[in-house]
């Protein structure tokens, strides 16, 4: 799915930035390392509060917005760019 896509690359990115593992990032939201697991890899979909949680724990740089995909620019003819 693209919306889990955009999500799993960001906080894959954040962790490989920060030297983070799975079972980190699971002890700062509270959830267990499986489900960050298959968060990362698109499997999971999180809930508000995990969304939540996770831009806590990353300081913002993954946040709830980064699961909600931005529309596509539109041309003057109102055709998607």
């Known amino acids: 799915m693209y919306v889990i896509h955009i999500l ?21 939201i509270g959830r267990d390392r499986s489900f960050v697991t298959r968060l990362r890899q698109g499997r999971a979909n999180p809930s508000l509060r995990t969304l939540q949680d996770l831009a806590s724990a990353t300081n913002g740089a ?7 995909p931005q529309p596509a620019p539109q041309t003057q003819q109102g055709e998607v760019a």
């Open 8 to 28: 799993d690359m960001k906080l894959s990115d954040y962790m490989a930035a920060h030297g983070l593992t799975d079972d980190a990032v699971a002890q700062r």
């Open 62 to 68: 993954v946040s709830a917005e980064d699961f909600f």
